[in-house]
DNA sequence: AATTCGGGGAT
DNA sequence: ATCCCAGAATT
C-alpha cells in the first residue's frame, strides 16, 4: 500500500509524476506550515485574548470557546475575566457565581470544572499554572486540544492544538477522506499536521483556527484568497465541499418539560438543578408542585427553546396562590428558594427570566 | 466506541 | 430544518 498517509501520496503523486514510491519519505511539507505562518502575520484576527501569554487567561478562552463561536463568547470571556483575573481568585469563588457568569453559554460542566481546576492548581501547583503538557491535561476539563492550545501558546510547547478546524483545513490539503467522526481522527490529524508543523506552534495553531474561520469555512469558502490553495488537493482538484468527511448521523429528539410560575406578592419560587442532564448546578422555577397548589393555577402558556438537536417545548403553569396559608405551606414542605425579579437576575438561570415570564413590567401579568 | 452536554448563527 | 462551532466527560 501506499504508506501511512494516503495524502502524502497524493502530493508526491501530482508534484512527482513518473517518479517511485520511496519519494514520499523525502516529500518535504513544512513550506506549507510556514507559509500559514507568513498569511497569519497579516491576517490574524484582533482578538482580546491574543495580545497576552498569561496562561490563565489562555485557558479560560480556550474552555469559553469550546464547540462556541468567537462572536457567541466574547462577552462571556470578557467580563469572566474582568471579574475573576487569575486563578487565585476563580478559586476562592463560589461556584454558583461561576455558574452565573457561564449563564446563557451552554455546556455548563465547563463552568464548574474551571472552577475545580483552579483550585487544582492551587492545591497541587502551588498556585502556579504547570507548564507541561501532561500536567495541563491533568486539570479538570481539560483535554488534548486545549492542553496543547496551553502548552504551545503559552509554553512553547511542540503540539497542535487539533480542533474542527484542524479536520477541515487539513483533509481538505490532503484531500483526506479519513472520517472525522472516528475516535482515532484526533491522533491521526495530529500526525498530519506534524508533517507541516514550523517552528512558532503556537501561531501556527492559532493561524489553523483562524484560516478555518475565515478562509476554509465549512461553506463558502474563500478559496482564492486563500495561503495554501496552491497546496490544496481539494482546491487544486475542485473537491473543497467533499471534505472533511463524517459519517456520524444526528438523531432528532423531541424533549418535553413543566415549570410552575409559583408566586404570591411579587415573590415566586426557584430551586437549583441537580448535577446531571442539562443546565447542570442553573436555577429554575419548580418542574411540580403539590396537589394543595393546583386550585391556584391561573394559566398556561408554552416557551419552545432550541436545544441542540433537539426540539424543547416548555409548558409554563401560572400558579398565583392567594392564600398566605398555602404559600407558606408549600414553602416549608419544600426546599425551595424564595426569589423575586430583581434578585433572580443574580442567579443562573439557562435563559433569561424574561423568556418565562416576560418583561419586567409584565413580569406578573403575562401568564 | 458511542453518547451527551447548549446555544446561536449560517444556510 | 440541518449543520457547525478554539471538545471533554461519561457510559
Not at 503540539?159 to 483533509?171: E, I, K, Q, T, W
Not at 410552575?260 to 411579587?266: K, L, P, Q
Given at each position: 500500500m501506499y504508506g501511512k498517509f494516503k495524502a502524502v501520496v497524493l502530493i508526491w503523486k501530482l508534484n512527482n509524476e513518473d517518479e517511485h514510491l520511496e519519494k514520499i519519505e523525502n516529500t518535504d511539507l513544512k513550506p506549507i506550515g510556514n507559509k500559514l505562518l507568513k498569511w497569519y502575520e497579516k491576517n490574524a484576527r484582533d482578538l482580546p485574548f491574543r495580545q497576552t501569554k498569561d496562561p490563565y487567561k489562555i485557558w479560560i478562552c480556550e474552555i469559553v470557546f469550546q464547540q462556541t463561536r468567537i462572536n457567541q463568547g466574547l462577552g462571556h470571556y470578557t467580563n469572566f475575566i474582568e471579574r475573576f483575573p487569575d486563578v487565585?481568585?476563580?478559586?476562592?469563588?463560589?461556584?454558583?457565581?461561576?455558574?452565573?457568569?457561564?449563564?446563557g453559554l451552554g455546556y455548563y460542566s465547563r463552568a464548574i470544572n474551571v472552577h475545580k481546576a483552579?483550585?487544582?492548581i492551587m492545591n497541587d501547583y502551588d498556585g502556579i499554572f504547570p507548564h507541561e503538557y501532561e500536567e495541563i491535561l491533568k486539570l479538570k476539563g481539560v483535554g488534548k486540544y486545549t492542553a496543547a492550545a496551553v502548552s504551545s501558546i503559552c509554553f512553547n510547547g511542540r503540539?497542535?492544538?487539533?480542533?474542527?478546524?484542524?479536520?477541515?483545513?487539513?483533509?481538505r490539503i490532503f484531500a483526506d477522506d479519513f472520517d472525522i467522526s472516528n475516535s482515532k481522527a484526533f491522533n491521526y490529524f495530529s500526525e498530519l499536521a506534524h508533517l507541516i508543523l514550523p517552528e512558532n506552534v503556537g501561531d501556527f495553531n492559532q493561524a489553523m483556527m483562524d484560516?478555518?474561520?475565515?478562509?476554509?469555512?465549512?461553506?463558502?469558502?474563500?478559496?482564492g484568497e486563500c495561503p495554501l490553495n496552491q497546496d490544496c488537493i481539494a482546491f487544486l482538484t475542485n473537491k473543497v465541499y467533499e471534505f472533511p468527511v463524517k459519517t456520524k448521523k444526528i438523531k432528532a429528539a423531541g424533549l418535553e418539560l413543566k415549570y410552575?410560575?409559583?408566586?404570591?406578592?411579587?415573590e415566586f419560587l426557584i430551586q437549583q438543578r441537580k448535577d446531571d442532564f442539562i443546565w447542570k448546578k442553573l436555577f429554575e422555577f419548580p418542574p411540580e408542585i403539590s396537589d394543595e397548589l393546583v386550585p391556584f393555577i391561573k394559566s398556561v402558556k408554552t416557551v419552545n427553546h432550541k436545544l441542540t438537536h433537539k426540539n424543547l417545548n416548555i409548558e409554563i403553569y401560572n400558579?398565583?396562590?392567594?392564600?398566605e396559608e398555602a404559600w407558606k405551606h408549600f414553602i416549608a414542605e419544600n426546599d425551595y428558594i424564595i426569589s423575586d425579579?430583581?434578585?433572580?437576575?443574580q442567579k443562573s438561570f439557562p435563559k433569561p427570566l424574561e423568556n418565562y415570564i416576560g418583561n419586567y413590567h409584565t413580569a406578573y401579568r403575562i401568564l
Open positions: 487565585k481568585t476563580l478559586a476562592e469563588a463560589d461556584e454558583n457565581e461561576v455558574l452565573l457568569y457561564w449563564k483552579a483550585q487544582q503540539v497542535p492544538a487539533v480542533d474542527g478546524n484542524f479536520y477541515r483545513v487539513l483533509s484560516l478555518g474561520s475565515e478562509i476554509c469555512k465549512p461553506k463558502n469558502t474563500l478559496c410552575y410560575f409559583v408566586h404570591r406578592n411579587g400558579v398565583e396562590v392567594g392564600s425579579y430583581e434578585s433572580s437576575h
